[in-house]
């Protein structure tokens, strides 16, 4: 067990929905990532935050925005859902900005249909 | 751009056999961090082990082991006595520092290690 939590594990939705992922990161830990698993992409980053801060974005589409709170737990929005947004959504966490390790939980699965 | 690559899509190896899974990799900065991590076919993602571009040991943790070759660009991960438990897909991954204070990892395709009891 990495300490990072997800929910929920499992998703399906249809097509042009809204949902929303939710993390809560490591005990101590500051920086929260998101990353998707997917089959022809493989693993991309997404986004970081950082103590409420967003510090980094990387491949993460405009229909998709992230928040992290004052607790530090960070949620995802994915809307205007499609087929090909079907992935494994990876929250990670690790102590600082930079040069720490980062931990992953166990993802969110989510299916469109 | 850091890259990394894993040339072995999948490997099969019998139990209690070391195993030793390649990567190499890419990048032009000089201070770089180098992660291994496995995922089993639930699909949580487990850090295994880290390497430190300065570090001059290289990296152990129980049966995983890091053969660094900073002059190569290779950090292999060998896995002694291997388990049935082992059989997952393994990922080498890269820290890239995208701005001060930010970070992320960039993986390679993956290798899926299959144990054959």
């Known amino acids: 067990d990495s300490g990072v939590t997800q929910t929920p594990k499992h998703l399906i939705t249809a097509t042009g929905q809204r949902v929303t992922l939710r993390c809560s990161p490591r005990?101590?830990?500051?920086?929260v990532y998101w990353y998707q698993q997917s089959l022809d992409q493989g693993l991309q980053f997404l986004i970081q935050?950082?103590?409420?801060?967003?510090?980094a974005k990387g491949n993460i589409l405009e229909r998709f925005s992230a928040q992290q709170f004052p607790d530090l737990h960070s949620e995802l929005n994915l809307s205007s859902l499609e087929l090909g947004d079907s992935a494994l959504y990876f929250c990670?966490?690790?102590?600082?900005?930079?040069?720490?390790?980062?931990?992953f939980g166990e993802g969110s699965w989510l299916t469109v249909v | 751009a850091q890259k990394i690559t894993q040339t072995q899509p999948g490997m099969f190896v019998q139990e209690k056999e070391a195993v030793t899974l390649d990567c190499t990799y890419d990048?032009?900065?000089?201070?770089?961090?180098l992660f291994w991590y496995k995922q089993p076919s639930s699909g949580e993602m487990i850090f295994l082990i880290y390497?430190?571009?300065?570090?001059?040991q290289n990296a152990t943790e129980g049966r995983y082991s890091l053969n660094f070759q900073k002059a190569r660009k290779s950090a292999n991960l060998v896995i002694s006595a291997s388990q049935l438990g082992d059989s997952a897909m393994y990922f080498c991954?890269?820290?890239?520092?995208?701005?001060?204070?930010?970070?992320?990892?960039?993986f390679g395709q993956g290798t899926r290690l299959t144990i054959n009891p």
């Open positions: 005990s101590g830990d500051l920086s």
């Open positions: 935050y950082y103590n409420g801060e967003e510090r």
């Open positions: 990048t032009s900065d000089q201070s770089y961090g």
């Open positions: 990670a966490s690790s102590v600082g900005m930079d040069r720490n390790t980062i931990y």
């Open positions: 991954a890269m820290r890239e520092a995208i701005i001060q204070g930010a970070q992320k990892l960039v």
């Open positions: 390497q430190g571009s300065y570090d001059e």
